[in-house]
């Protein structure tokens, strides 16, 4: 602004020094000079004609300065605009070392974070639409046999007493996994809204995982496999809560039991490893394609697509799992190859406390 006004009143000077030189050596301009001279101070006076002068050329210095700016202004109106219209993955273009520029990448800031929170959105809308439609499905699919079984009852529609126990066994065999799969949906509904609490003590993880063998030994003898605990170390403390940690290996000690039984065996380890205490629960089954691997901890995601409702779980066992994993500030995760599948559990190691002096 100072040097399109320093620059007005120098170029001001100059015109009239070229005017003057011009009126003084030009005798033919002398008479139109005059004219010129003579309509604008009548109009304006003689003061106002040199302010005004003055004004003009600054302007149009200015003008001539700032017309980049002035055109880059014009550009961002414009990508804004698109963007307002819903185009957010254009971006507003940004010229370097620019007030201009600062607010450029401002708004596209802005606009990322607008986009992430869109995104965010939608995929929470499908999520939610996801979840009703496989509610529905895994909740339909037993209350339909329950209805059947119970409506052929309902008309006498059985031969004698045998077939009506076996049709009173069947629904209540399917009403024991639709209250599986309520309570499974209740609990993965309460983490994910984080309504759930945890009750923490210090807990022995080898003695709780021996605990946990012992109390399956009829179902691991029924499956006829071994269970075997591997723990160079006779106590590995972390901080849990015993209730949700048990439901942690009970599932992965039932679900190696499910899945594999052709391995005739489940080894379980626990060690210690750079502060967090690692436990392994392994099977020597049938192994988990590498392209389901990666989902396996998703809701209702079963690894076998044809495996029945009778053979299948909730398909939430997993999922609720890895919450109550990292709920514990821990993470679970998965590896399977021909040989073997392991779920490997890392929980943080209980504060050691050295012992205090007599």
């Known amino acids: 602004m100072l040097l399109s006004a320093g620059l007005g009143f120098v170029t001001l000077f100059v015109v009239y020094a070229v005017l003057q030189s011009a009126y003084r050596n030009y005798s033919f301009l002398r008479p139109i000079m005059y004219q010129v001279y003579w309509l604008l101070a009548r109009a304006f006076g003689e003061p106002l004609l040199a302010y005004l002068g003055f004004f003009l050329i600054a302007i149009v210095y200015m003008v001539a300065f700032f017309w980049r700016d002035f055109k880059y202004v014009g550009s961002l109106y414009g990508s804004i605009a698109h963007i307002a219209d819903g185009h957010f993955d254009d971006k507003v273009p940004v010229r370097p070392h620019s007030e201009w520029g600062q607010i450029a990448v401002q708004t596209n800031r802005l606009v990322d974070r607008l986009k992430r929170s869109l995104d965010e959105e939608r995929k929470a809308e499908q999520t939610k639409n996801e979840l009703v439609t496989n509610v529905s499905h895994d909740l339909r699919t037993p209350l339909t046999s329950i209805i059947g079984y119970l409506g052929l009852i309902e008309q006498d529609r059985y031969r004698d007493e045998v077939e ?11 009403s024991q996994r639709l209250h599986l799969l309520i309570n499974d949906l209740f609990e993965y509904t309460r983490m994910r809204h984080g309504t759930i609490s945890l009750h923490a003590v210090k807990l022995n993880l080898v003695e709780m995982i021996a605990q946990l063998l012992v109390h399956h030994r009829i179902s691991l003898e029924e499956a006829k496999m071994e269970g075997y605990l591997h723990a160079k170390e006779p106590e590995v403390f972390v901080m849990g809560d015993p209730v949700k940690l048990v439901r942690v290996f009970e599932n992965l000690l039932t679900n190696a039991i499910a899945y594999g039984k052709d391995g005739r065996r489940i080894d379980f380890a626990v060690r210690k490893e750079d502060g967090m205490a690692i436990a392994e629960a392994s099977n ?12 396996i901890f998703d809701r209702f995601y079963r690894v076998d697509k044809s495996r029945s409702e009778n053979s299948g779980g909730s398909g939430l066992g997993l999922a609720i799992v890895k919450s109550l994993v990292e709920l514990h500030g821990g993470r679970i995760e ?5 040989f073997r599948t392991t779920f490997r559990v890392r929980l943080p190691l209980a504060e050691e406390r050295p012992p205090s002096n007599p």
Not at 285 to 291: C, K, V
Not at 334 to 338: G, H, K, N, R, T
């Open 164 to 174: 009506l126990r076996h049709y009173v066994s069947i629904a209540y065999d399917k």
């Open 334 to 338: 998965a590896e399977s190859d021909s």
């Open 284 to 295: 020597y089954g049938e192994p988990i394609p590498s392209t389901d691997l990666p989902h």
